[in-house]
């Protein structure tokens, strides 16, 4: 397996600067949003012109699919099993958007073998010639094989909210990854955070805490709000980018795309000052422990 994780970090290192750019969004823990963000973030993508992959690597339990309100019959499961071709997988998204659905309602749990690496391999290199970006929406926590993939993804977008296990666990994954590669480029974004400040004071956090034990220095995206169309637009199946374009977090995460799109030097970019409601304020009083 180790072998072939190295193999598989040579040929997008090799490729780098010429072919797709290799993305991978993940999260310490589940619940915080972050295929939600993925999906949403190659719609942005896309909505700029770019040819845009999205990968649900959260084996079996993939949900990409379901947020997009499409319904598939192979997964890449069955291609990384020999029972189907890489096009076979692959589907017509929103936007002209692409992705490969990881299954669900199977096992989690996979024995991976050489045959499915060097499968996963040849998947990566065809993708590579045929998508500026490639996304891949990992599963929550670290198991050794992601792990080892992770060190072959060209950058990785850490995604967590403000509660506190969810930053501890965002840490934790970083350090791990970090461990294996330690030139890997980190960015930070935190989901559902309730205020600007609660935002800036979670990414805060997780930047400071990385450059104090691990001498490494992350890049902060911003944040974005606590919205109600969210859930909406998850029952809908429509990805909010699409079905609410004017809401605060649709606004917040296409102006996050679009600089990270030109490579500009990155600035903060926090949601719009909103006039909170009551519950809004009285959750924030009570996320910070005031009461």
Known sequence: MRDQAEKLRMKMLQSQGSLGRS???VSGK??????????????????????VVILDMDIGMGNVHILIGKTTQLSFKDYLMGEATLNEVMYEGPSNLKYIPGGSGLSSVM??????????IIAFEELQKSFDYILF?????????SLDLLTSIDEIIVISTAEPTSITDAYSMMKFIHLKD?????????????????GQETLQ????????F?????????????????????????????????????????????QFI?????????APVQSNSFLSKLRSIFSKGRV
Request: charged share 25%; proline share 4%.
């Open 214 to 258: 691990l001498n490494k220095e992350v890049t902060i995206l911003g944040s974005l709000p606590e919205d109600p169309v969210v859930r909406k637009a998850v029952r809908e199946q429509v990805p909010f980018s699409i079905a609410y374009p004017d809401s605060p977090i649709a606004k917040t995460l296409k102006e996050i795309v679009i």
């Open 111 to 120: 024995e991976w073998t050489k045959q499915m690496f060097d499968s996963l």
């Open 137 to 145: 929406d990992m599963g929550a926590g670290a198991a050794n094989w």
């Open 262 to 270: 030109n490579n500009d030097e990155i600035k903060v970019i926090h």
């Open 182 to 198: 330690q030139s890997k480029k980190f960015y930070l974004l935190c989901n559902r955070a309730y205020s600007k400040e609660e």
């Open 30 to 51: 589940g619940g915080v949003g972050k295929s939600n963000f993925s999906t949403n973030f190659a719609i942005n993508l896309s909505l700029q012109g770019k040819k």
């Open 205 to 212: 956090r997780l930047q400071n805490t990385m450059a104090k």
């Open 23 to 25: 993305i991978a969004v």
